[in-house]
C-alpha cells in the first residue's frame, strides 16, 4: 500500500520538474547588455522597497514594453520605466497607471509633438513651462516631461477629490467625455496591470 502511494507521488514530482525544465529552456535568457542596464536600474531605483522588489518591477515592465515596442533600445526602456515609477510614486500615483497614460498619449515615443503642440511621452503643454516659471525645461527629457506629467495628473486628481476618471479626462483636456479614460483604463487593464 504505501508503494502505490509513493509512485504516484514519485510521477508527479517528475511530471512538474521535466515541465518547468522544459518551460526554462522555452524562455529566452537576457542576454549581457540587457543584464548590465537592468542591473545599474536596480542599483539607481529609489523609489522602490528593496532591490528584490526593483528587480521583479523592472524584469516584469521591461518584458511588457519590449514586447509591443521592440525599437526602444533596453537602456532607454529601463530608463523610462525607473523615472515612472519614481515620478509617479513621488506623485503617489501607481506607476501601472502613469505607464497607461503614456501608452496612450505618446504610443512611447519621448519625441512625440501633437497636432496642439504638447510634447514628450507624458504629452505636456509647453504652456505649463511659462506657468511654472522654468522656460529652459526641455519637455522631450525623460525625467522633466514624467515628473511634468506626474505632477500634472495628480494636481488634476486632488482637484477631482480622487475622480480618475474625471482627473484623466481634465489631464487630456476632454472633460465631460469618457473616451480618453477609457482608452487609458484598456491600457491599464491590458498590458500594465498587476494581479
Not at 517528475?14 to 535568457?29: C, K, V, Y
Not at 549581457?32 to 542599483?43: D, T
Not at 506607476?95 to 497607461?100: D, Q
Not at 488634476?156 to 480618475?164: D, P, Q
Request: glycine share 4%.
Amino acid at each position: 500500500m504505501k508503494l502505490r502511494l509513493q509512485i504516484p507521488r514519485l510521477v508527479l514530482l517528475l511530471t512538474l520538474a521535466f515541465s518547468q525544465a522544459a518551460q526554462a529552456a522555452t524562455q529566452a535568457r537576457p542576454d549581457a547588455e540587457m543584464r548590465a542596464h537592468l542591473a545599474a536600474a536596480i542599483a539607481s531605483a529609489e523609489s522602490f522597497e528593496d532591490r528584490f522588489e526593483a528587480e521583479v518591477w523592472l524584469s516584469d515592465m521591461s518584458r511588457r514594453l519590449q514586447r509591443r515596442w521592440q525599437d526602444i533600445p533596453a537602456n532607454e526602456r529601463l530608463e523610462i520605466l525607473r523615472i515612472a515609477h519614481q515620478e509617479a510614486t513621488q506623485a503617489e500615483l501607481p506607476p501601472e497607471l502613469v505607464l497607461a497614460v503614456i501608452q496612450v498619449e505618446s504610443n512611447f515615443d519621448r519625441f512625440a509633438i501633437s497636432h496642439a503642440g504638447a510634447r514628450g511621452l507624458m504629452q505636456v503643454m509647453p504652456f505649463w513651462l511659462e506657468e511654472l516659471g522654468r522656460p529652459q525645461d526641455n519637455l522631450f527629457h525623460i525625467r522633466t516631461n514624467i515628473r511634468y506629467g506626474c505632477t500634472i495628473l495628480k494636481h488634476y486628481l486632488e482637484r477631482e477629490r480622487g475622480n480618475l476618471q474625471r482627473a484623466l479626462a481634465r489631464y487630456n483636456g476632454s472633460l465631460g467625455q469618457s473616451w480618453y479614460p477609457d482608452r487609458v483604463f484598456s491600457a491599464l487593464n491590458r498590458h500594465w496591470f498587476q494581479n
